[in-house]
């Protein structure tokens, strides 16, 4: 092969990106408009489908590729899709009103990124990045801070999409995590899970709009108030 | 100093002195063009300038000292700042003087001394311009120093032309995410503190808005020619920080007449690349109100806070 991998090389190139992902998921966390979240979130798979063929060309693991390939295709395109027709149908306010403001809702994810690094410390290994079997070990902490921004998010947002939105940007870090430590998982069990997320933005697509239609809004905090 | 080295501390000041409010001229015939407009001329700052330092000046009765002491202040600390940073040579001239830290703070004394200025005369205009402006500035350090902190960190040193010689020594600095996570955070601070569009519009002071504009505008005459002059250093004094640390390519490592006009080629070419940048910024997007600047400044401290602790985990 002509092109000779350098793991040093992918090492860093995965670093850089893991490292945008987060930017993005802090931009989403902190960003006021709902149809730049799902543009933003449409950015993400990108990311990691570049991550996941990386590591899948430094360890010539070919069915990684499928996961990237599947990742862009459903996760970049089809649900970003899905999202913005649903937002469009039910002609909701574009302002997200989350229930702590913006510009907190940023500080809060750094400080969540903080402790995603705590955590991920003890399964650091600064030395082991020249192997390609490492390849992408010490992006935990990026997929944990993912986690948590994704949570922190789900609680914080009242409206049905937007929490929708939270929770796929958490299967993102989960993605990244399983890619990162594992070199991906049995080629069956990714495309359960890429269609368990297709399926449940479907299925969250039709509630959205039930929630609608039975309240007159999208707030989910008015779902306890029961219709006789 | 021995003649040896005042020799590069005249180049450098000249350089900074000749380049600066070309720097502004660039920039804004560069607006007008992606706005289709013709623009003023390039070489209009220094036609501003020389009309300025010919007028006479009106000083309001209500001014004290501060009034006429405030541009000097204004114009020599950017000018000092400007000295103790990497241009063309990653030996600054007066880096014994003092690193990173010392270049912030010369340039946070400036802005003190503006803001008392535009309190000291007497208008209402003054008043609101300098508390926007230290509101601003209370917001934009913390993120400045966090990413400068990084930057300092990356190379063990806080001294800039030690970090210079790093710089030029690790080639693929930048692919480290700590070294582009404070280069967003810097180029969001220097956003701010150069007062352009999505916080503060340099091209008015017609706006209620306004924050630098509001501060000067009872200054008139060689005065306000210094303060703007000033203003147009420290802009350069920034974004030369910004391309030298962390894009050191064609740096010259010293001051020696071989290395210095492919460095000085350089050095405009990074310069007119990051005002494409920040030109590219101010025309697509809108002035931001003021009560939603202390958002960005948010994410620009989150950003800095992030290169901070990627420095420890990659």
């Not at chain 1, 995590?177 to 697509?205: H, K, N, Q, R, W």
């Not at chain 2, 008139?220 to 020619?225: E, F, N, V």
């Not at chain 2, 210094?226 to 920080?241: D, N, P, R």
């Not at chain 2, 006009?261 to 109100?289: C, D, F, H, Q």
């Amino acid at each position: 092969m002509t092109l000779s991998p350098d793991p040093q090389f992918g090492d860093k190139l995965i670093n850089l990106m893991a490292a945008l992902v987060l930017v993005l998921q802090i931009a989403m966390a902190g960003h006021r408009w709902l149809v730049t979240n799902i543009r933003i979130f449409g950015v993400q798979p990108f990311l990691l489908a570049s991550i996941a063929a990386t590591i899948g060309w430094f360890n010539h693991a070919p069915h990684l590729y499928f996961a990237a390939i599947l990742t862009l295709a459903l996760k970049g395109i089809v649900v970003p899709r899905l999202l913005e027709q649903v937002v469009q149908r039910v002609g909701i306010r574009q302002e997200i009103e989350p229930l702590v403001n913006q510009p907190l809702s940023a500080i809060v994810s750094g400080g969540l990124t903080l402790l995603g690094y705590v955590v991920a410390e003890s399964f650091h290994r600064p030395d082991a990045g020249g192997a390609p079997e490492s390849l992408g070990h010490n992006t935990l902490a990026v997929a944990v801070s993912l986690f948590l921004i994704g949570f922190f998010m789900m609680i914080n947002r009242r409206k049905a999409v937007t929490q929708v939105l939270a929770l796929l940007s958490l299967e993102n870090g989960l993605f990244l995590a399983a890619i990162s430590l594992t070199y991906g998982m049995p080629l069956v069990v990714e495309l359960g899970v890429f269609f368990d997320v297709l399926v449940a933005v479907m299925v969250l697509g039709v509630l959205v709009h039930r929630i609608r239609e039975a309240f007159d809004s999208m707030d989910v905090s008015k779902l306890d108030q029961l219709r006789g | 100093m021995t003649t040896a080295s005042l020799l590069p501390a005249l180049m450098q000041l000249a350089l900074l002195l000749a380049i600066a409010p070309l720097t502004g001229g660039v920039m804004r015939i560069a607006k007008a063009r992606f706005q289709t407009r013709r623009g003023p001329g390039i070489l209009q700052p220094y036609r501003d300038l020389h009309k300025l330092l010919k007028k006479g000046m009106v000083i309001p009765d209500t001014a004290s000292w501060l009034f006429g002491a405030a541009p000097y202040v204004v114009f020599l600390s950017s000018l000092l700042a400007g000295l103790m940073i990497p241009m063309v040579a990653a030996d600054a001239p007066l880096s014994f003087f003092g690193g990173v830290l010392a270049v912030v703070y010369l340039l946070g004394l400036g802005r003190f001394f503006l803001a008392l200025g535009g309190l000291d005369s007497g208008s209402s205009f003054g008043g609101l311009g300098s508390s926007r402006e230290m509101t601003i500035a209370a917001l934009a350090e913390p993120a400045m120093m966090l990413a400068v902190f990084t930057v300092a960190i990356g190379a063990g040193s806080t001294n800039l032309s030690t970090v210079a010689h790093a710089a030029l020594g690790q080639s693929w600095r930048f692919f480290a995410p700590s070294q582009m996570l404070a280069f967003a955070a810097l180029l969001i601070v220097l956003i701010a503190e150069t007062g352009r569009i999505p916080v503060d519009n340099p091209a008015t002071h017609l706006e209620l808005t306004m924050i630098h504009e509001a501060m000067i505008l009872e200054y008139s005459g060689p005065y306000l020619a210094l303060i703007e002059w000033g203003a147009s250093i420290k802009q350069l004094v920034l974004m030369t920080l910004l391309v030298n640390t962390f894009f050191p390519f064609g740096l010259s490592p010293a001051w020696a007449a071989g290395g210095l006009p492919a460095s000085l080629v350089w050095y405009v070419l990074k310069l007119l690349l990051l005002s494409g940048v920040i030109v590219l910024i101010e025309t697509t997007n809108a002035k931001m109100r003021l009560f939603r600047v202390p958002e960005l400044l948010a994410v620009a401290f989150v950003l800095g806070a992030l290169a901070l602790v990627s420095t420890f985990l990659f």
